[in-house]
């Protein structure tokens, strides 16, 4: 099975980022990844719900909104209308984690759960069967750019054990320090989406970047 892509925007050039966009519409590209940094969950600000609905008036592809924020429940709602349609929140962020699912299923979006790198697969045994995806972070969030944690590998066939136990049908994403050294690997723990910032972006030709990642080609540099 070839993995879904979802390039970060994060990695875009802000000044530019109608072209590309277009450049993400024409690619192998399945999802763009859209982060959000409040500044308090993590220690970046990012971007916001501008920025969201104007990406979203430029591509049909899925809008896969990950929230690192504090009490994501407030803007759940606002992204969802400004075009989102998978929508994560952190599990460290979110005491009653349960009612955001809720909450974003019943908006009509896909709901994911986004887990730091200490965080157990354990955690998730009593919400995996109502979560559409899980975000395993595999660096520590809140910038692009930072080396990939190799423990991720572990963490990913354990989750798998448990979506397969649990009769799930959650997908697995990968977040963060993800290339084409890791993503073969990756996928054969089971990864269903690899999100790719810096490794899309900063190569010379990322539409090609895309299309080697999803056709899981040995690439080295572009
Ligand atoms: C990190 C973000 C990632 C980031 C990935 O906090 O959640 O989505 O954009 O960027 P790279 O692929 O450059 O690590
Ligand atoms: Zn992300």
Not at 3 to 20: K, Y
Not at 101 to 120: C, D, F, Y
């Amino acid at each position: 099975m070839k993995p879904l892509i979802a390039p970060s925007v994060l990695a875009a050039d802000f000044a530019n980022l109608q072209r590309d966009i277009e450049m993400l519409n024409r690619s192998e590209a399945d999802w763009i990844h859209f982060d959000v940094m409040d500044g308090q969950f993590v220690p970046n600000i990012s971007m916001g719900l501008p920025v969201c609905e104007a990406v979203r008036k430029h591509t049909k592809k899925v809008l896969d909104v990950h929230l690192m924020i504090v009490q994501p429940e407030r803007y759940v709602e606002a992204f969802r209308k400004a075009g989102a349609d998978v929508i994560s929140v952190h599990v460290e962020a979110c005491p009653h984690l349960h009612r955001v699912v809720e909450q974003i299923k019943s908006l009509g979006g896909r709901a994911g759960v986004a887990v730091n790198p200490h965080t157990p697969v354990s955690l998730l045994e009593d919400i995996i069967a109502d979560v559409d995806l899980v975000n395993v972070m595999s660096v520590n969030p809140g910038f692009g750019g930072q080396k990939f944690i190799e423990n991720t590998y572990g963490k990913v066939a354990r989750l798998k054990n448990l979506i397969v136990q649990k009769r799930s049908s959650a997908l697995i994403e990968i977040d963060g320090g993800v290339n084409s050294t890791n993503a073969g690997s990756l996928i054969a723990a089971g990864a269903d989406v690899l999100v790719a910032g810096n490794f899309v972006f900063s190569s010379a030709d990322p539409e090609k970047t895309i299309a080697r990642l999803k056709n899981q080609l040995v690439i080295r540099e572009v």
